[in-house]
């Protein structure tokens, strides 16, 4: 398939790599690249200078065997040639701007996209990493073109505060899903399982340990998530709790409810991301809650704005 390599990443890999080597004291590669550069001042006017510089970059970036690096791994993706209008590798200007997304280019056939990959210049300092990231990449590209997975571009949340929660979950599963299949199928990439649990744990801190490890044993071994399912996840907490049922360590879900960022307050119903504190400290407002709610426990937690409801009618009484 084709690949096109943005200029301004072509351009910085290249001083990355002249900076690279100066530091280790090889200037062969400086005086080489001045070689060809510094002639173009002579011999070009200053609008046509621009393009020669492009092509002597390009010349030393292919004599590096950067472009092939990245075709071995585009390579490993068959289905590529006909799912998708080609590839373009692009510049990212830091790492939260680095990954993988389609987009529709100029003088494609309807329905087919072009797969984006953009990288950050200095993972041409390493080869492995690169090839391990952009295999990592080309997987979530792979999903976002699968009829099974089922992708869609749409907002995660309702309002920036929960976007950018559900995000980062969302992420986090899709990458639990990604590596996953990558190690199973023998191949390298970014982050093994022990790195991925990490990451699981850091985001549900507050479940037990024993069901932290339980569920995330079950999504690391499923191969049919899809963008539906793992948006449930990201968006419910409880939809998480429930990938443990039926197994041993489900009673230590049911003793206590997680108090997490965006769960459903048991009174209002409604998401949450402030929850009240230390409410078993106060007998009158727990007592007036069990009042209306006999099942409630301090334990199931509550919402700012039911607490302030709550202490409002006191006062009124």
């Not at 075709?71 to 993706?77: G, R, T």
Request: hydrophobic share 35%.
């Amino acid at each position: 398939m084709r690949l096109e390599f943005d200029p301004s990443l072509i351009e910085e890999v290249i001083f990355g790599e002249l900076k690279a080597r100066e530091a280790k004291g090889d200037f062969a590669f400086t005086l080489e690249y001045h070689s060809c550069i510094d002639p173009v001042y002579e011999n070009f006017p200053l609008e046509e200078r621009p393009s020669q510089f492009k092509k002597i970059e390009w010349d030393f970036f292919k004599k590096l065997e950067f472009p092939k690096a990245i075709k071995d791994i585009f390579d490993e993706f068959p289905e590529f040639e006909v799912k998708s209008g080609g590839g373009v590798i692009a510049r990212a200007v830091n790492p939260n701007d680095e990954g993988a997304y389609l987009t529709k280019g100029m003088n494609q056939d309807e329905g087919k996209k072009r797969i984006v990959v953009k990288l950050l210049s200095d993972r041409f300092q390493d080869i492995s990493y690169l090839g391990k990231l952009v295999r990592h990449e080309l997987t979530h590209a792979s999903d976002m073109l699968s009829e099974l997975y089922g992708y869609r571009d749409e907002r995660l949340g309702g309002n920036p505060m929960e976007e950018c929660i559900v995000k980062e979950r969302y992420c986090t599963f899709w990458d639990i899903f990604v590596d996953s299949r990558l190690i199973r199928n023998g191949k390298e990439t970014i982050s093994d399982r022990e790195g991925r649990y990490r990451e699981f744990e850091a985001l549900y801190r507050k479940f037990p340990d024993d069901v932290k490890s339980t569920i995330f044993d079950t999504l690391w071994k499923d191969e049919s998530l899809t963008h539906d399912r793992i948006l449930s996840l990201a968006r419910d907490v409880n939809e998480v709790i429930k990938i443990s049922e039926g197994l041993p360590v489900m009673h230590a879900v049911k003793k206590k409810r997680p108090i997490l960022p965006g769960v459903q307050c048991p009174l209002c119903q409604f998401r949450t991301y402030r929850w009240a504190e230390n409410i078993e400290q106060d007998a009158y407002l727990v007592g007036a809650i069990k009042k209306d709610f006999p099942n409630w426990e301090p334990e199931d937690g509550v919402c700012g704005q039911c607490t302030e409801a709550y202490k409002v009618r006191s006062t009124v009484c």
